[in-house]
């Protein structure tokens, strides 16, 4: 059964993803990248990121499905480009922008953040609780806010060739983002550069919408694991017939049980494959 490593976004930490491990069904890690978390203070750049993720790869064995959310999601694509053989697979989420002329933008944000970090975590806290009410928006902030290093993680994701990290990695990738998602922007392009890609868009979600609903989000994750639990997973070439990815359509659109405070449901979630 293949293990997941989980990647968190900027300025929170590995405990974000605490209600989806808990409804996995698989072994899985969730890790602190440099600067956040457990490793609050430590300078960030892209490769002490990836090597944090490959570290948490072998701490389950050497090889492991990475699912990562913005930040996460372009260390997570990094980490295949740099280490392809011990990604087994790739989900990376909402995180399909490149900087372009739009960099600015984030780097001001991050700069301002920076100049007093723990008013920004206070408001980082405030706005994540209100974007994901209850136990979802509760493990956003419960590993602490690191809003110093903003700028260290924009640069790092400015600086990286992230479609040639796809081209180079030959596994299995899945492209994952809310419908309403901004860091939808380039999703055909990532889409493009990969070898062996799928996109998969989640109706009425945003950046952060897919994590409200942890269940589904875990029983969807499970199932595109479960596709490389076979004798030829995670092997590029699989198929591109356009049809929904098992779990995209079915599993994914189910009303989670229990947990009534969260959305419920990641609803007729579709799949789209690679050109190539």
């Known amino acids: 059964m293949t293990p997941v490593v989980f990647v968190h976004g900027i300025r929170v930490s590995a405990t974000m993803w605490g209600p989806v491990t808990a409804r996995l069904d698989r072994p899985a890690v969730a890790v602190d990248l440099p600067g956040h978390g457990t490793r609050r203070g430590e300078p960030f750049t892209m490769e002490a990121a990836t090597s944090a993720v490959a570290a948490a790869i072998d701490e389950v064995g050497g090889r492991a499905f990475v699912a990562g959310l913005s930040l996460g999601g372009y260390v997570g694509i990094a980490t295949a480009g740099r280490f392809p053989g011990r990604v087994a697979g790739l989900a990376a989420l909402g995180c399909t922008a490149l900087p372009g002329r739009y960099a600015w933008i984030y780097r001001s944000l991050a700069s301002l953040a920076a100049r007093d970090p723990s008013l920004a975590d206070r408001i980082s806290a405030y706005g994540l609780r209100r974007a994901l009410p209850g136990p979802a928006g509760e493990a956003m902030v419960a590993g602490g806010l690191s809003c110093e290093v903003m700028p260290q993680a924009v640069a790092a994701v400015a ?7 796809l081209a180079a990695y030959p596994g299995r990738v899945w492209l994952v983002n809310g419908a309403r998602d901004p860091f939808r ?4 392009d990532f889409l493009r550069a990969c070898r062996d890609g799928r996109l998969i868009l989640v109706p009425r979600r945003g950046h952060l919408g897919v994590l409200a609903a942890p269940g589904p989000l875990a ?3 499970g199932d595109l694991c479960a596709q490389l639990d076979g004798p030829a997973g995670g092997r590029a070439g699989g198929d591109r017939t356009g049809r929904p990815e098992s779990g ?3 599993r994914a659109g189910q009303t989670e049980s229990g947990g009534g405070d969260q959305a419920g449901r990641l609803e007729s979630a579709v799949a789209t494959p690679s050109p190539r």
Do not use: K, M
Not at 159 to 165: I, K, S, V, Y
Not at 185 to 188: C, G, L, Q, T, V
């Open 219 to 221: 029983r969807l994750l």
């Open 159 to 165: 600086g990286h060739d992230q479609l040639a990290a």
């Open 248 to 250: 995209a359509e079915g």
């Open 185 to 188: 922007a380039n999703e055909r």
